[in-house]
């Protein structure tokens, strides 16, 4: 047992995430030393502290009830959760845990909890979620319709992202173009501009950028002329088309007649 109690020692002494030993009620026994370069405090200052002291208000619940549910399972490992952790500094940082009930194990008698550090991840989802939004806001902010399209390896086309602007320009739901692809060549476009367009789409296709204007056929007959600008960048075996379609009715209804 000393032998076994000596190595489960080692390896959380020299693990890189943190590791804890919890009491059936949730009281810090014993914590890698990794506690001071993540949370900053030093070991010894935990034992005898419950975790729940630490955990951030919003948490709590969660922590309780992992805790409770590694109770009742004897010997077993639970599915990950995440939690929050007070910094000594008062920051909170992000874990992803697993915890193992091994109170019967002679070389442990606790609940072991790994804690792997996930705030920098974290904060790269919050970033992004932002920057999303951000994005939503701006291309809600202005009228021209835009559009990302892959061009797959073998040619396949794939609605990536159109805009909600669509719907006011053509009259059809958004859903409509993102169910199908190819709704807005064949259904959209007028009949006597889908072959140039075809040939943008075919220019696009090989990598050039283009621009050209043609007409669509709202959802209620009328019809508009636009503008559609593209440009093309080439990520891994595919081709992104970014794309801008603007109205210009009214700019061709100004147009001098010859």
Known sequence: LQKTARRYRTLVEYSSDLVIILDGQGVFRFSSPSAKRILGYNSE??????????????????????????LQRPGAGMPEVEFR????????????????????????????????DITDRKKAES???QSEQLFRQVISSISDHIYVTEVTKDGTYVNRYISPNVEDLTGYPRDRFMADRDFWPSAVIHPEDRSATAAQAAQLERGHRSEMEYRLIRADNRTVWVRDSATVQIEGGSKIIYGVVSDITARRRRRPRL
Do not use: M
């Not at 845990?97 to 804690?115: E, F, H, K, M, S």
């Open 127 to 129: 970033a992004l979620q």
């Open 45 to 70: 200052k935990l034992i005898g502290k419950r975790l729940i002291e630490f955990s951030h208000p919003d948490d709590a619940v969660i922590v309780r009830e992992i805790v409770t549910q590694a």
């Open 85 to 116: 952790l007070r910094h000594s500094d008062g920051c909170w940082y992000a874990f992803a845990a697993t915890l193992t009930n091994l109170l019967d194990d002679p070389a442990v008698r606790g609940i072991l909890v790994n804690c792997h």
